[in-house]
C-alpha cells in the first residue's frame, strides 16, 4: 500500500512563499502521475498541477507563473513551489499519486492560510 506525507504548509502573508512536499513510501517507478489538489472551506477539491513520470506539467489558471511542481524521482518525492501566495490560495493541499495500475493515492493534507 503506498502512503504519501506531506509537509510544508503553514501560515504566511499575502505575496509570501511556501513550498510543499510529498513523500512517497514506494519506489517512483511504481507511480505513473503525481499532483497536487486543493480544497477550501466550502469549494470542492481541485487540481492544482499534475505532473507526469516524464515531467510534463500543467497547472489550473488560477496558479500559472506563481506555482511550480517538480519530481525528484530518486526522493520519491514530489514539490509544489508557491510564490507570490494570495488569500484566495487558502486551502488544504493534498498530495495525490496514480499508480501504473490507476490506483489512486491521497495524502492526508496540509493547511496552507494566507493571510492579507
Known amino acids: 500500500q503506498l502512503q504519501l506525507v506531506e509537509s510544508g504548509g503553514g501560515l504566511v502573508q499575502s505575496g509570501g512563499s511556501l513550498r510543499l512536499s510529498c513523500t512517497a513510501s514506494?519506489?517512483?517507478?511504481?507511480?505513473?502521475?503525481m499532483s497536487w489538489y486543493r480544497q477550501a472551506p466550502g469549494k470542492e477539491r481541485e487540481l492544482v498541477a499534475p505532473?507526469?513520470?516524464?515531467?510534463?506539467?500543467s497547472y489550473v489558471d488560477s496558479v500559472k507563473g506563481r506555482f511550480t511542481i517538480s519530481r525528484d524521482n530518486a526522493k520519491n518525492t514530489v514539490y509544489l513551489q508557491m510564490n507570490s501566495l494570495k488569500p484566495e490560495d487558502t486551502a488544504v493541499y493534498y498530495c495525490?499519486?496514480?499508480?501504473?495500475?490507476?490506483?489512486?493515492?491521497w495524502g492526508q493534507g496540509t493547511q496552507v492560510t494566507v493571510s492579507s
Open positions: 514506494a519506489s517512483s517507478f511504481s507511480i505513473s502521475a
Open positions: 505532473i507526469t513520470s516524464g515531467g510534463s506539467t
Open positions: 495525490h499519486a496514480r499508480s501504473w495500475g490507476n490506483a489512486d493515492y
